[in-house]
């Protein structure tokens, strides 16, 4: 067998050690960072072109390589994908990937109205901060920048003290100086007594106002304030009879049923503010009667009328009618056309005279 020269073989060992050494550095700097050009990542080793192996993809823990991944040995080298409810982590295949930290970890929602805030699901949640003071006086909101924030208001407030009535004051409850149980009631002792708070002593007889313009002699009664109606009245059935609230009476028309105090009349109804009713007619078909009715009794009367006086019958059959002791009376109209053979009649409607051929003449 023949043996290569010995400068083959030289060449051969010193590759062989050159490879091996080269493999040695690499998987070293798969644990530890050589400071300015940190690791060369765990992954086989390729063929350089000079013959040794160099690194397939050159990665560090604090920068990514051309993929874009972020090159790991541990989740301490992850720690630049951290942030608010996450963390990095180092997966197996030697990358850095986020993940979402543990729910019911501290967390900082950087807003000033929440307080415990804590990881929920990736997301940092907080319960909403009360800003109440225990103040009356103040008004109480909450700025997500700046917190608590406290208004002075005004209005009544409970004062530290019984029989003390008391007002909010640049944010503070402050005494008034005033009756604290003044209800405003004319007709009432208001006093205050240290045990029993506020006492109210009704009065009677008292003058005061019970603020009805149309009320006169207005005085307390039983704490109570009340007066006199005022009256209106005009005496007209027509008109409404009211006061109004500047003390006057004002009596506007109806259209009610009303009595004219005629008995003449019926039907009596209101108009214009005057009461008026239909006249009773008083007829009994005799021209030679006075109709009439009694202004007192209502009664109808007939009295006859002088005699002789012309009248009119209602008959056209008749003329000169005058009133007579039997009635309207007058000399009856003469259609007689002096022939046998017709029979003569007036019309006493028209006055018109007919004239019939009797039937033994028309052979």
Sequence with gaps: MRHPPRSAVSSLH?????????????????GICLGVTGCFDTAPLADG?????????????HGADSAGKFGCSSDADCASLAGPCRVGVCQADGTCAPKAAASGSSCNDANLCTVGDACTNGACVGTSKSCHDGNVCTGEVCDPQLGCQFTAIDGPCQADKPCVQ????????????????????????????????????????IPCDDGNPCTQQDGCKFGVCSGLG????????????????????????????CNDGNPCTGLDLCGAGNCAGTPKVCDDGDPCTKDACNAT????????????????????????????????????KSCEDNDLCTSDSCDPVSGACTTVILPACQK
């Design 14 to 30: 010193r590759s062989g050690i050159l490879r091996a050494q080269t493999r040695w550095l690499a998987l070293l700097c798969a």
């Design 49 to 61: 072109p000079d013959g040794g192996f160099t690194p397939d993809v050159a990665k560090t823990d």
């Design 166 to 205: 008391a007002a909010c004051s640049n944010g503070k409850c402050a005494a008034t100086g005033k009756n604290p149980c003044d209800d405003d009631n004319t007709c009432t002792a208001d006093t205050c007594d240290v045990q029993k708070g506020c006492v109210y002593k009704p009065l009677t007889k």
């Design 230 to 257: 005022k009256v209106c009245n005009d005496g007209n059935p027509c008109t409404d009879d009211t006061c109004t609230g500047g003390k006057t009476c004002i009596y506007p028309p109806n259209q009610k049923a």
């Design 297 to 332: 009794s209502g009664v109808c009367t007939f009295e006859p009328d002088t005699l002789g006086v012309a009248c009119d019958d209602k008959n056209g059959c008749t003329s000169e009618t005058t009133c007579t002791e039997k009635g309207c009376t007058g000399t009856a």
